[in-house]
């Protein structure tokens, strides 16, 4: 797709002189919208504490925060654990990670130190993934004389460990893309591409579409140029080459309103670093059977089965999400993001997360969904169906599928010799 204007990434946030330094902020107000929902309080020891607001487990618990606070009868759980220098897991989700934690580490270097979470969401608390805001709480004193320098900083925080930045698509005179000012919110995600992975972008794109193709919820998305890009910090910079992924965030309204999610990791109160262990795929689907529908657990198998197809190792915990639209107080199931094949970069690679004790594609025959289906307690039947189902659409819908025709030919024909290989294995679920 050709981006017609040129974009410009002018400079960013502006809050400065409101902002305390995140070394002197002892405790954190959590709001999730405009309600109070609890306060995150960080010890002499360095110890953090979150504890729920009594106005807000007067409630029950709605609009939900997540899954993982609440009990089995309804309500909301005992407050959890305080833990030593590093942040409760639904918060400990919420941070950058690897390179893009590193970058923005620097960026507010002298506030934050590394490795300190608690300090990075001082800083970053303000633009989050979903509807959750985490700002410095009344008793905080704020030492404005603290603040190394006086320079706009970045305050988005995205999770994964790709380089990416939130960032605003200019509509009008003059268009362009630019982080966001002020109060304003970035309503696009631009993934920057990779030295390790040729052509990730165009991967990326490419298997988005594909599951646009079969029927699947996918957010608008489209490939630019990163030479018109202007300004980002140099923290931010990739060395390498290609086109950058802007994908539309299905976490923030049209008019820019922040709408709720929460991802599996956090739906399972699992630390990031246990994103590709901390939970098996039956047990996503049969979290979804019981607080979504049983239609949104059949989504899973299919999301699951496209996976196989193509060749996509990376549907770890923090892959999938819930998204909580109206009310808040019902989750769905979120829309696909980052999908991609990642069989051309890692040829052994298997599924992020075991399907029934299984993890290599090759592996996953009738057998594995039948077992899957019942541990994830779902209907035989309806299981191999999807899967059959799926297998049937990408056969129609990728071979002659335009956004293929941006992947370079040495990576696309990896991708079609692991669709040819796994096309019959799955196939078995037919019978
Ligand atoms: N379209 C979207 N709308 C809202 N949030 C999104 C969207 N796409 C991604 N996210 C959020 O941003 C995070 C990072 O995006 P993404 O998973 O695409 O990056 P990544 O660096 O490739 O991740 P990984 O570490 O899995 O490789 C996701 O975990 C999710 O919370
Ligand atoms: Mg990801």
Redesign the pocket.
Known sequence: MIFRHSLHIQTVNVVIEAFPNPRSVSSLDVLLNDVKVGTIVRTPGDFNAFSFEDSYRATGGVPVVSLSFRAVGGGLRKDPKPVPRALPAFFANLLP?DKLREAMEKHHAGSVRAGNDFDLLVALGADL?GAVRVVPGDGTVARLDDMPSPKPKARFS?????M?LSVIKNTGKGGGLTLPLGDEQGSY?A?FPSTSFPAVSENEYANLALADAIGMEV?ERELVEQSEFEGIPKEFETLSDGKVLL?????RGTNGERIH?E?FAQVFGVNPSRKYEGAAYHDIAAALNVAVSSAAALECVRRLALAALTGNG?M?L??W?LIYRGAGDKPDLA?V??VLSTIPYISADAMALSLAGERPFKALNVQRWKAFANRARLPEAAVLNAVVDTVERVDKFWWSLPEREVIPAKVRERIDAHIRMMTPILGTCAN
């Open positions: 990670e993934p995205l999770a994964g460990v790709q990416k995600i993934k957010p994908v539309k965030r299905f976490d999610i991802d990376d770890h923090k892959n999400s829309p993001y980052d």
